[in-house]
């Protein structure tokens, strides 16, 4: 089994939970995607950054063996949700001109490769920032209202599974960058409020703008991924143990604050999950099993 079928299997679980928690019965309409890579259905494509997968191998493993935008052999983790609940097996890019508002109703990703909470990171490698992703969401309301009508729209809006997974490019493509400023601004704790706190006003507002449940995904253990082992020469290409523990300690202040909105916002349903951590640590213990 491969690390992307593992990890959408945590991710699987992890809706699975928004829905059992909430207090509503109705069937979740469309799956709605923000972040970064890990997620990225093909926004990449069609903006002008050197950040692309259209190209092979990508996509070995997709239907048809052509690459499609998503960073990984085939499907990304957004699309074994939508098929879990009964939706289309894939989820389209907003940016994607071969797909419509008719497509995009049922399930539509924001998310761009590269990207971050922090501006900053994605002028790295000139790629859509958050903010951008929720100025692209607010259009789509806006197309999705003239296609279905303000109530229908009220309706799926409101009880759509919203998935964020993002945070990985903050810290390994800015924070840690020889070019980076950031670590001139701030320490690295000070950094992970930072960010705690964009992605906290990232949450608020997706719930003024109707969002009521929300699947949140932390970070992986930054330190074991292939490129950060690759150029730890002097740790004899084993995993940077710095790198992990802030992975640790940021996914546990995202957890923190993803409690403390479940409190604030009235009816609002938010799942954190930190499983693409534990699942990657478990394949790299023991290779073997996958």
């Not at 797909?99 to 994605?122: E, H, K, M, R």
């Not at 109707?210 to 330190?223: D, F, I, Q, T, Y």
């Amino acid at each position: 089994m491969g690390y992307m079928n593992v990890l959408s299997l945590f991710f699987i679980q992890t809706v699975l939970l928004v829905v059992l928690v909430a207090e509503t019965k109705a069937k979740v309409p469309a799956i709605i995607v923000f972040g970064d890579s890990s997620v990225d259905t093909g926004n990449n494509n069609v903006i002008s950054t050197l950040l692309k997968s259209n190209f092979k191998p990508y996509g070995r493993d997709f239907e048809g063996g052509l690459p499609t935008g998503r960073f990984c052999n085939g499907r990304v983790p957004p699309d074994f949700i939508s098929e879990a609940f009964g939706l289309k097996p894939t989820i389209p890019a907003y940016l994607d001109p071969q797909y419509s508002i008719s497509d995009f109703a049922t399930g539509v990703c924001f998310a761009s490769a590269g990207t971050g909470y922090d501006n900053a990171t994605s002028d790295v490698l000139n790629v859509i920032p958050l903010w951008k992703e929720l100025e692209n969401y607010k259009d789509y309301q806006n197309k999705l209202r003239a296609y279905v009508g303000h109530r229908k729209a009220r309706e799926i809006i409101r009880e759509s599974l919203y998935v964020m997974s993002l945070g990985t490019n903050d810290f390994l493509e800015n924070y840690y960058s020889f070019q980076s400023t950031r670590r001139s601004q701030f320490t690295v704790r000070q950094y992970q409020d930072f960010l705690v706190g964009l992605a906290r006003d990232f949450i608020t507002e997706l719930y003024r703008l109707g969002a009521r449940k929300l699947s949140l995904n932390g970070v992986p253990p930054m330190g074991c991924l292939p490129l950060e082992r690759a150029t730890n020469i002097m740790g004899q290409y084993e995993c940077l143990q710095e790198y992990n523990d802030v992975s640790m300690e940021f996914n546990g202040k995202l957890e923190g604050m993803a409690s403390q909105l479940k409190r604030e916002l009235p009816g609002f349903k938010m799942v954190f999950t930190s499983t693409t951590y534990d699942a990657f640590s478990q394949i790299i213990r023991n290779p073997a099993e996958y």
